[in-house]
Nanobody, 115 residues
Framework: QVQLVESGGGLVRPGGSLRLSCTASGTILSSFTMGWYRQAPGKQRELVAATTAFGNTNYADSVKGRFTISRDNTKNTVFLQMNSLKPEDTAVYYC?????????WGQGTQVTVSS
């Protein structure tokens, strides 16, 4: 069974940075298009960044130029570097495969941007 584990969240001031990690067991991520999602309180989960198996990337307009998705296939890990964080980036962040997503989502990692 696939297990995804997200880490690296925390409390950061506006303008700060965080680097999130997503590690998988039970599967090899390198073959898949992987994405980082986030869900803020009272809102639907949204896709913020994705990377294909070939390393192509795509970003939601709200994070373009501030977030960078990358992967280390030797560690079976996907990263999300988040710079210039804003209060509206506050959410629980998850990773998963795109289309179709793995059935089991990880627990996510909380990112709180506040002064």
């Amino acid at each position: 069974q696939v297990q995804l584990v997200e880490s690296g969240g925390g409390l950061v001031r506006p303008g700060g940075s965080l680097r999130l990690s997503c590690t998988a067991s039970g599967t090899i991520l390198s073959s898949f298009t992987m994405g980082w999602y986030r869900q803020a309180p009272g809102k639907q989960r949204e896709l913020v960044a994705a990377t294909t198996a070939f390393g192509n990337t795509n970003y939601a307009d709200s994070v373009k130029g501030r977030f960078t998705i990358s992967r280390d296939n030797t560690k079976n890990t996907v990263f999300l570097q988040m710079n210039s964080l804003k209060p509206e980036d506050t959410a629980v962040y998850y990773c998963n495969r795109l289309l179709p997503p793995f059935t089991s989502w990880g627990q996510g990692t909380q990112v709180t941007v506040s002064s």
